[in-house]
């Protein structure tokens, strides 16, 4: 089984996330990364990736289109996809040595500082998920909480 990605437009109602991914549950197949945004005509576009087979792939876009709110169901290659993941990083309450550490490891990681407050560092990481993930662990003495976007891909074509 490799990645698969569905870009998912659909109508911006209540309730299509969740009868999208019951078209998942079904079949038993677990959602790696799911990310929505709003389209500038207003429709949603729902990011999806997971694992599954050609077979498999084929027979979850052709059940997907059937669903009402959804308009078109694109399968993306992710070799020729942008991908991006971002995580926001917040730091457990750190002494002076420690903040500047952790600011040198994430500006190492073309991290962004957002804020340090009373001791308490909130970073920003994007770019590849094994580089996001790689920084997440290197960094993870210091953590107290991280919140991560899950992958967003966009066709090259």
């Known amino acids: 089984m490799t990645t698969r990605i569905f870009s ?5 109602v209540p309730g299509v996330m969740m009868r999208v991914s019951r078209c998942f549950t079904r079949r038993q197949i677990n959602i790696d990364s799911i990310t929505v945004g709003i389209e500038p005509s207003g429709l949603a576009r729902m990011i999806l990736s997971f694992q599954a087979d050609d077979r498999t792939t084929e027979y979850l876009r052709k059940v997907l289109e059937r669903l009402i709110p ?19 990083l917040k730091s457990r ?4 040595r420690e903040t ?7 500006e190492e990681r073309s991290g962004r500082m957002l804020e340090i407050k ?18 997440v662990k290197e ?13 967003v891909y966009l066709s090259r074509e």
Do not use: T, W
């Not at 998912?8 to 911006?12: P, S």
């Not at 309450?93 to 002076?96: A, E, G, P, S, Y």
């Open 93 to 96: 309450r750190l002494d002076d």
């Open 8 to 12: 998912i437009l659909c109508e911006n």
């Open 70 to 88: 959804v308009i078109s169901v694109e399968v993306i290659d992710p070799a020729r996809a942008a991908v991006r993941e971002v995580a926001l």
């Open 100 to 106: 500047m550490e952790f600011v040198q490891k994430v």
């Open 139 to 151: 960094l993870s003495p210091y953590l107290k909480e991280v919140a991560r976007s899950g992958q």
């Open 118 to 135: 009373e001791g308490v560092a909130i970073a920003e990481l994007s770019g590849e998920h094994s580089k996001v993930e790689e920084a």
